[in-house]
Structures are given as structure tokens and as C-alpha cells.
């Protein structure tokens, strides 16, 4: 297998990483009627400013999901799944920090909704 090296690859992930979460039943109703046509562009420039270093993301992510009627252990679901694609699809460097850097991400959504959810 081969590492994450160009956008393509993370096009690849990201397609691949929501087939596989929109299979799931549990998942499928948080992102029911999202248009991923126009969506996942947006998540591959997210990642690619993560991993590739990509100019230009500057949109605040936590503030783009707070409105999903999402539910704590979702989130746990949603990083199982990424890392199982990324498990699936790639290895080396740029897939080892895809994962810590969606780990980091989960708790920190995970922090900041059990806090917005408290209010």
C-alpha cells in the first residue's frame, strides 16, 4: 500500500470513508440530506491543508457541523470508521497522521458539544 501523497488520494478517502458511513444505519440519519456532491470538496481541502499543506482553508469546522443532530458516541463511530478506511486504503507517514490528526479532532468535538449540549 502506499501513503497519502497527493489530493487524489484523499479524494479517495474521503469518497471511500463516507460510502462506508452511510452504510451504517446509525450514522445515515446525522447526514441524511446533506448534498456530498457539493460537500466533499470541502472536506478534501480540509484534509489536504491538513496533510498536504494545501493554502486556503480558513472555514471553522466545528461551527459547520454544530447543527447535525449528532449524538456523543456518533463521534466514536465516525473516527472507527476513518481509521478503518485509511487502515484500508494507505500507510506511512501522511496515513499515520491522518489519524492522530482525526483523533485529535474527534475529542475536541466531542469536548466542545457535550458543552454546547450542557447550555
Same mark, same amino acid.
Given at each position: ?11 479517495? =478517502?474521503? !469518497? ?6 452511510? /452504510? !451504517? =444505519? ?15 470538496? /470541502?472536506? @478534501? ?6 496533510? =498536504? ?7 471553522? @469546522? ?11 458516541? /456518533?463521534?466514536?463511530?465516525?473516527? !472507527? ?5 485509511? !487502515? ?32
Amino acid at each position: 500500500m502506499k501513503d497519502i501523497t497527493i489530493k487524489k488520494d484523499i479524494e479517495l =478517502l474521503i !469518497n471511500t470513508f463516507y460510502d462506508k458511513l452511510l /452504510q !451504517n =444505519l446509525e450514522m445515515k440519519t446525522v447526514f441524511e440530506g446533506i448534498d456530498f456532491k457539493s460537500h466533499v470538496p /470541502q472536506i @478534501v481541502h480540509f484534509w489536504s491543508f491538513i496533510l =498536504l499543506d494545501e493554502e486556503g482553508y480558513k472555514t471553522n @469546522v466545528f461551527d459547520k457541523h454544530v447543527h447535525l443532530p449528532i449524538k456523543l458516541h /456518533q463521534f466514536n463511530i465516525w473516527l !472507527n470508521t476513518f481509521i478503518a478506511t485509511i !487502515n484500508e486504503l494507505f500507510e506511512g507517514e501522511k496515513a499515520e497522521l491522518a489519524k492522530q490528526r482525526a483523533t485529535v479532532l474527534t475529542h475536541t468535538f466531542k469536548s466542545k458539544w457535550q458543552k454546547i449540549k450542557e447550555e
